[in-house]
Every structure is written in structure tokens, then in C-alpha cells.
């Protein structure tokens, strides 16, 4: 079988969260979150993970070099052999370059960067949207999963909240952002021949569908 190392590229509310979780049961590739993998790092505080800490503490952005140490490790373990999903690394074509030098020196190389697309409005009409209960964390959506009584939570009669993450304010500085820095990345996989785009508008199981295909037959066209 031939290798799926696969990059997961879209906007916050675009689902991507929802599509890693079917992709890794789809193909049994383990999940890496960067920022879930540098927590873990720093928790089992392993040299690298002391070395991100160092940075984090002092409020420094971790360098793309620690960074991209922290995930070969995981990449390089057994099982990641067959394959990968990294979702929130490479944010940047610096970042993009080092993971790619870092994979040719093991013989290995990227199959796809799978970008799942949701314009601005959109993102923001779906997060601005949420609720969450104070009690319990209970989740609610306005317009697609509204709890009973406007305002409070079906199950414990508490009250709901918008966080502040989800604010449309603060939805529109995240969406600059991962604008400013994911259209070189685009671009960068667009030339390399790697990018795949997704409707993230579609529905997810139509988004899911579209994705399972498309990376079937990329491991079919690796073989031939
Ligand atoms: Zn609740």
C-alpha cells in the first residue's frame, strides 16, 4: 500500500475537525493537532518538549525548526509509517519547506494537502452562532441547533453564553489571519501539484464522501 502523508488546510468552522475524525478512521492514520502534540511534548517533557517550553514561557513564538522536530517525531514513529494527517502545521511556506526537507531525508514525501473551503460569511455565520451553557459546557447552535427556550440550556436550565472566540469580531481577526498566512501555503501546494479544494459548504457527509474518493484514489495512483 502506498503511503498517505496528507496536510488537513482550512479556515476555523470550515469542519475540519469533524473530516479528520472520518479520514482517520477511513484510512487508520493517526492524527497529529500541532497543538495538542507540542502540549503532549511539554507535558512528557521530553528534551524537544522542554525546549518548546522554554519559548512558550517566555511568550515566544516556538521556531518552525523545534516545531517541526516535535512533529517528525511522531511522524517517525511506527505508527505513522504507512502515513499521517497534521492538521495546523505547516502554517507557513517557511514551515512547509523545512517538513518537506525533513521527510525527503527519510525517503518520504507528501501525498496531498487537503483544503476544505468556507467563505468568510459563512465561518462566521456558523461560529458566531454557538452557544455554550455555563454549567455544563452544553453546546447549542442559533440558527441550526436551538435550544428550547431562547438562552437556556435544554438539559440543566442554565444559562448560555457566547464565548468570546466566537464573537464575530473576533471570528473576523481569525479569519485575517489565517488568510494572511494560509494563501502563500495554498499557492505553495497549488505548484507542487498537491492541493485538493473541498466545499466545505456541502454538508458533511457529502464533504466526506468527496474527500474519501479523492484520497482513494491518490494511494491508488501512488501504487501504479
Ligand atoms: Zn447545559
Not at 183 to 194: D, F, G, R, S, T
Request: proline share 5%; net charge negative.
Amino acid at each position: 500500500m502506498g503511503e498517505l502523508n496528507l496536510i488537513l488546510l482550512g479556515p476555523p468552522g470550515a469542519g475540519k475537525g469533524t473530516q479528520a475524525q472520518r479520514l482517520v478512521e477511513d484510512f487508520d492514520l493517526p492524527y497529529y493537532a500541532t497543538g495538542d502534540i507540542l502540549r503532549a511534548a511539554v507535558k512528557e517533557e521530553s528534551e524537544l518538549g522542554r525546549e518548546a517550553k522554554e519559548y512558550m514561557e517566555r511568550g515566544d513564538l516556538v521556531p518552525d525548526v523545534v516545531i517541526c522536530r516535535v512533529i517528525m517525531e511522531r511522524v517517525d514513529s511506527k505508527e505513522a509509517e504507512d502515513g499521517f494527517l497534521l492538521d495546523g502545521f505547516p502554517r507557513t511556506n517557511g514551515q512547509a519547506e523545512t517538513l518537506e526537507e525533513a521527510l525527503e531525508r527519510r525517503g518520504r514525501r507528501l501525498t496531498a494537502a487537503l483544503l476544505i473551503e468556507a467563505p468568510d460569511e459563512e465561518v462566521i455565520r456558523r461560529l458566531s452562532g454557538r452557544r455554550i451553557c455555563v454549567k455544563n459546557q452544553h453546546l447549542y447552535h442559533v440558527e441550526f441547533d436551538p435550544p428550547k427556550r431562547e438562552g437556556v440550556c435544554d438539559q440543566d436550565g442554565s444559562r448560555l453564553i457566547q464565548r468570546d472566540d466566537d464573537k464575530p469580531e473576533t471570528v473576523r481577526k481569525r479569519l485575517d489571519v489565517y488568510h494572511e498566512q494560509t494563501k502563500p501555503l495554498v499557492a505553495h501546494y497549488e505548484q507542487m501539484a498537491l492541493l485538493r479544494r473541498f466545499d466545505g459548504t456541502r454538508p458533511a457527509t457529502e464533504v466526506h464522501d468527496h474527500i474519501r474518493a479523492a484520497v482513494a484514489t491518490l494511494r491508488l495512483e501512488d501504487e501504479l
